[in-house]
């Protein structure tokens, strides 16, 4: 297993379009998260899957944004009508069962950029 | 929320200097997560304290978790520009999951 592969890795969008990302975590973790990194700021949650369910969405994350996780593999990440405000790194992690907040391993990220 | 300080916010030295930076909060932490982003990649996950007085090394770097379990430092020794990065600590999840970062140290090595 090579950890948690993000793609694409960069992604330049104009204003109104829609994007989607693709995580896929390592294969025995069933936890996975999606965050948010604008410049100069730490990562900011934004969803939460256990296996397939979604069980927690932050306020961040507005009704053009959605997040799937269909088998309980790999997921993604939907912006529609992208804004310029929507431009930032967009990290997937995941962990195991049982480790709260514990034994997150990140993916490179996708670089998205609205112009 | 748990409120975590971390400073300095930006750090630029030259190739061989030390540095320590510095996480500081009121509440009391069962443990913290010392993080290392490189520039365009995710952060990586370096070292988790968990008992007060604790002190762990990693080659050049040494985390310390406060007596209290309050603070922590993480120091670095004869610093090197693949030291460069953002360094997150992180307290536990309140949440059972999502992780509350904070803005970090964003450290430059320069040679």
């Known amino acids: 297993d090579t950890g948690v592969s993000q793609n694409p890795r960069h992604k330049i969008t104009k204003r109104g379009q829609n994007v989607t990302f693709r995580c896929d975590p390592i294969s025995e973790h069933n936890r996975l998260y999606w965050y948010r990194q604008t410049l100069g700021q730490g990562p900011e949650f934004l969803t939460y899957f256990q296996n397939e369910a979604q069980l927690e969405k932050s306020r961040l994350l507005s009704d053009r944004f959605s997040a799937e996780r269909p088998k309980g593999s790999f997921s993604t990440l939907e912006i529609q009508r992208t804004e310029q405000g929507d431009s930032a790194m967009y990290l997937c992690?995941?962990?195991?069962?049982?480790?709260?907040?514990?034994?997150?391993?990140f993916g490179s990220g996708t670089r998205l950029t609205v112009v | 929320t748990q409120l975590l300080e971390q400073s300095p916010q930006f750090l630029s030295i030259q190739e061989g200097e030390n540095l320590t930076v510095y996480c500081n909060s009121s509440s009391v932490f069962s443990s913290l997560q010392w993080y290392r982003q490189e520039p365009g990649e995710g952060p990586v996950l370096l070292v988790t304290?968990?008992?007060?007085?604790e002190v762990k090394k990693l080659k050049r770097l040494t985390f310390q978790f406060g007596d209290a379990r309050k603070d922590s430092s993480l120091h670095i020794t004869a610093a090197q520009p693949g030291d460069t990065g953002l360094y997150l600590c992180?307290?536990?999840?309140?949440?059972?999951?999502?992780?509350?970062f904070g803005k970090g140290t964003s450290l430059l090595v320069t040679p």
């Open positions: 304290v968990v008992t007060g007085g």
């Open positions: 992690a995941s962990s195991p069962a049982g480790r709260d907040g514990y034994g997150y391993t």
């Open positions: 992180v307290p536990p999840s309140n949440s059972g999951y999502a992780l509350n």
